[in-house]
């Protein structure tokens, strides 16, 4: 499967941002998803994953009751609602896909995009 990522820009802190990933390929049902970021000199951490169907989603602490992941298998497009954005929220955004289970291991997940950058002004 190819990820390709977008959506990504400058916000204020308070501001809203929407992240899409439109996926080509095999059947995009097929995959968890998940979005990960990567700010400067730091490691990639995971941000939010959903599961094959859209039931089951998980969000990290730190941006749990701001983040929204969501998917449209339709679309063949994931998406990562991004509401009440924090300065420490800038980083790159990858997202990424696994034909697994639902995980927030960066390893375990065999497909990525490119990445969209985000950037939260104070």
């Known amino acids: 499967v190819q990820l390709q990522a977008f959506g990504g820009g400058l916000v204020q802190a308070g501001g809203s941002l929407r992240l899409s990933c439109a996926a080509s390929?095999?059947?995009?049902?097929?995959?968890?998803m998940a979005w990960f970021r990567q700010a400067p000199g730091k490691e990639r951490e995971f941000v939010a994953g959903?599961?094959?169907?859209?039931?089951?989603?998980y969000h990290s602490d730190s941006v749990k009751g701001r983040f929204t992941i969501s998917r449209d298998n339709a679309k063949n497009t994931v998406y990562l609602q991004m509401n009440s954005l924090k300065p420490e929220d800038t980083a790159v955004y990858f997202c990424a896909a696994d034909l697994r289970l639902l995980t927030v291991v960066v390893w375990k997940y065999d497909y990525w995009g490119q990445g969209t950058e985000v950037t939260v002004s104070s």
């Open positions: 959903i599961s094959r169907s859209g039931g089951p989603t």
């Open positions: 390929g095999r059947t995009f049902s097929d995959y968890t």
